[in-house]
């Protein structure tokens, strides 16, 4: 039998071990580096790192059956400091994997309503979480194709979910305080 919640709790843990990545990777960059215009949707590796946060703060307010913050949104598009914006990602990160370890099967189904502002939206929990990995691996890949264009070398970011991977995860996992025993359940 299919366990959905295991994936999206695999998923959720895949996108906090990829934004630490990540932004340890840009903590590594002149400032001049992160503000930088470059070939890309957002233009800078900064405005793409906010809007990584935006929406994963716009969905989880969504998911948590919120109505819309625009306060935590207009904060997200600001820039204070990498270290700043890290923490609040790793928030993000952290809240949204237990939402997710809180949820049941059944509460997958459910219809989530999002609170956009002019209008409300109606959607399945499952395919809001669905959209908000596929986006959020989308734009950190974008980070990832400007980074090639700095002095810092990328990061890996895709060796997690399978047990095979655990060499190249065992620093960040320790990092992370989560075990093996803990991913792989």
């Given at each position: 039998?299919?366990?959905?919640l295991?994936?999206?709790?695999?998923l959720?843990q895949a996108?906090?071990?990829?934004?630490?990545?990540l932004?340890?990777?840009?903590?590594l960059?002149e400032p001049e580096?992160m503000?930088?215009?470059?070939?890309a949707?957002f233009?800078s590796?900064?405005?793409?790192?906010?809007h990584?946060?935006?929406?994963?703060?716009?969905?989880?307010?969504?998911?948590q059956g919120?109505?819309?913050n625009?306060a935590?949104?207009?904060e997200a598009r600001?820039?204070?400091?990498?270290?700043?914006?890290?923490?609040?990602?790793?928030a993000?990160?952290?809240?949204?994997l237990?939402?997710?370890?809180?949820l049941?099967p059944?509460?997958?189904?459910?219809v989530?309503?999002?609170?956009?502002g002019?209008?409300?939206?109606?959607d399945?929990?499952?395919?809001?979480?669905?959209?908000?990995?596929?986006?959020?691996?989308?734009h950190?890949?974008?980070?990832?194709g400007?980074?090639?264009?700095?002095p810092?070398k990328?990061?890996?970011?895709?060796?997690f979910i399978?047990?095979?991977d655990?060499?190249?995860r065992?620093e960040?996992?320790?990092?992370?305080g989560?075990?093996e025993?803990d991913l792989?359940r």
């Amino acid at each position: 039998m299919t366990d959905h919640l295991r994936t999206f709790r695999k998923l959720a843990q895949a996108n906090r071990l990829a934004n630490a990545r990540l932004h340890r990777a840009c903590a590594l960059l002149e400032p001049e580096e992160m503000t930088a215009q470059r070939p890309a949707f957002f233009g800078s590796i900064q405005a793409t790192l906010n809007h990584i946060l935006l929406v994963d703060r716009f969905y989880l307010n969504a998911l948590q059956g919120h109505r819309l913050n625009r306060a935590a949104l207009e904060e997200a598009r600001t820039y204070p400091d990498l270290p700043t914006l890290t923490r609040w990602q790793e928030a993000e990160d952290m809240a949204l994997l237990a939402h997710i370890q809180g949820l049941s099967p059944e509460a997958l189904s459910e219809v989530v309503q999002v609170d956009r502002g002019e209008k409300t939206q109606h959607d399945r929990r499952d395919d809001l979480l669905s959209h908000l990995f596929q986006h959020q691996t989308h734009h950190r890949g974008q980070v990832h194709g400007m980074l090639s264009a700095t002095p810092v070398k990328p990061p890996q970011l895709d060796e997690f979910i399978p047990g095979d991977d655990h060499a190249a995860r065992a620093e960040d996992m320790a990092a992370l305080g989560w075990t093996e025993a803990d991913l792989m359940r």
